[in-house]
């Protein structure tokens, strides 16, 4: 069960777009479009971001969205704004029946 | 409102056990799959475990498999994670939540579980 790739660290200033990637395999992301996307900001509870690859919870904003390619599914984020600053978290089910999460990305704004 | 409470967190020595209880409320406890999730201070997020509605099904992650057992009492709305032989690293703050669709909608604040000598 090794977790979701994701890259340690991605930075943008505000205004721009983001994109955070999370590769996993045939057995998870590749099999699935049960990828969801998580935000947490320090020493608060995670928050979703997006469901079932693409789905947009009520409330999230619309400048957050996902997509998946095969084995590898995407956070974007546009119009970057400081308030983004956190750590985002992939999530995966897979074939084990299992969850799997990704290691995090810490976003910067510039 | 759906709410989720985490208890029983605490500091214990290795080897040891405890039981955290997630108490539900403000939906129907009975019909959702809940899920453990725990945070190693200054780590990532780790999935640890999950039963489905009825507790027919569940599964746990490999670093917790016969060693953590999680169970769910639909008349008290409450989902417990009983954890016996106690390790360094399973030192973390320990998130129940509830899914639906494969992600985690709504999480509890968490409780800390600290395992030292």
């Known amino acids: 069960q090794s977790a979701l790739t994701q890259p340690a660290s991605v930075s943008g200033s505000p205004g721009q777009s983001i994109t955070i990637s999370c590769t996993g395999t045939?057995?998870?992301?590749?099999?699935?479009?049960?990828v969801s996307w998580y935000q947490q900001h320090p020493g608060k509870v995670p928050k979703l971001m997006i469901s079932e690859v693409t789905n947009r919870p009520s409330g999230v904003s619309i400048r957050f969205s996902g997509s998946k390619s095969g084995n590898t599914a995407s956070l974007t984020i546009s119009g970057l704004q400081a308030e983004d600053e956190a750590d985002y978290y992939c999530?995966?089910?897979?074939?084990?029946?299992?969850?799997?999460f990704g290691g995090g990305t810490k976003v910067t704004v510039l | 409102e759906v709410q989720l409470v985490e208890s029983g967190g605490g500091l214990v020595q290795p080897g040891g056990s405890l039981r955290l209880s997630c108490a539900a409320s403000?939906?129907?406890?009975?019909?959702?799959?809940m899920h453990w999730v725990r945070q190693a201070p200054g780590k990532g997020l780790v999935w640890v475990s999950r039963?489905?509605?009825?507790?027919?099904?569940?599964t746990y992650a490999d670093s917790v498999k016969g060693r953590f057992t999680i169970s769910r009492d639909d008349a008290k709305t409450t989902l417990y994670l009983q954890m016996n032989s106690l390790r360094v690293d399973d030192t973390a703050v320990y998130y129940c939540?509830?899914?639906?669709?494969?992600?985690?909608?709504?999480w509890g604040q968490g409780t800390l579980v600290t395992v030292s000598s």
């Open positions: 045939s057995s998870d992301i590749g099999h699935y479009n049960y």
């Open positions: 999530v995966s089910y897979t074939t084990s029946n299992t969850q799997l």
């Open positions: 403000g939906f129907t406890f009975r019909d959702n799959s």
């Open positions: 939540a509830r899914s639906r669709a494969g992600a985690f909608d709504f």
């Open positions: 039963i489905n509605s009825g507790g027919s099904t569940i």
